[in-house]
C-alpha cells in the first residue's frame, strides 16, 4: 500500500492541503458539508483506481482452474456489481455535493440526483457474507491461488473499504426513504432478479432438465437390465402371434380368393 502512495503522491498531499489549509476558508457551517466533500472525492478517486486496477489484471495466462474461472465469469460476480453500484453512488454523491457548494441542489437535476443517490445506497451484505464464509473457509469465495494475481490489499478494497465506507456515510449524511415506492421496488428487485437470472445460467440449471430427462433411461437399464428385453421378445411374440393366427374375416377372404383363382382358365 506504500507503493501505491508513493506513486499517487499527489492525492496525498492534496489531502493533507485540504485537512490543514483549505478548511480555513469555510466557516462552521460548511464543515459538514466540506468534510462530506472531500470523503466523497477521495473514496470515489478509491475506486476508480480500484477499478482501474482490477482491469489490468491479467488472467488469460493462467492455466489454474480457479483463475480461469475468475476470468470467465468475472461479470457474474456479486462483489463486482456491489462495487460498481457503490462507484455510481459516490459518483453521484459528489456531483451533487458540487452543485451543493453551487446552491443548485434545489434544482431538477440536483434533486434527481439526491433521489437516485438514496435509492443506489447498498453494499453491506456482500462484505458481510463475504467475510462470514471467508472466515469459515476461504477456499470457497477466495481461493489461495487468488494470492498470486490478487494483492492483499484489493481484497479489502473490494470486501472490507464497501463497509468503511457506507458507515461513515451513515454518520455524515441524513438519509430519506425514496418516496415513489413502485420505482424502488423495481430498481432493488430487478437487480436481485437479474443477479439471480446471471447465477442459474452460470450454474447451467436451464439445461440441467434434458441432462436428468435422458440420463434417466440409461440409469433405468442398470437396475432393469432383463425386463426391457422380455418386453419386447414379448411384443415381437404378439406380433407374430397376429401374424400367424390371422383372425376369421381374413381367413374367409383368403378362401374366396384362393378359389377365384382355381376356378380360373389360367
Known sequence: MEAVWKDYNIYYNILCFLITENEKLFDKSDAKLYWTTV?????????YYVGNFASSIDLKSSNHLHLDNLYRYKLAYLTGWTFTFQTVF????????????????????????????????CGMFISSMFWTVYLIDRELVFPTVYDEVVPWWFNHCVH?????????????????????KRLELSLVGGIGVFYAIVCLYQLVIWGSTFVFYYIQFPINRIFH????????????????????????????KFQNLKGQFENSHL
Open 39 to 47: 470523503i466523497h472525492f477521495f473514496a470515489s478517486w478509491h475506486h
Open 225 to 252: 437390465k432383463d425386463t426391457a428385453p422380455a418386453q419386447k421378445v414379448e411384443q415381437n411374440g404378439e406380433k407374430n402371434k397376429a401374424f400367424v393366427q390371422p383372425d376369421e374375416e381374413w381367413s374367409r
Open 160 to 180: 472490507t473499504n464497501i463497509t468503511v465506507m457506507i458507515l461513515v456515510e451513515t454518520l455524515l449524511q441524513s438519509r430519506r426513504h425514496p418516496t415513489n
Open 90 to 121: 459516490l459518483s453521484l454523491s459528489l456531483l451533487y455535493d458540487v452543485l451543493e457548494w453551487l446552491d443548485k441542489h434545489q434544482s431538477q437535476i440536483g434533486r434527481k440526483l439526491q433521489y437516485y443517490r438514496d435509492v443506489l445506497f
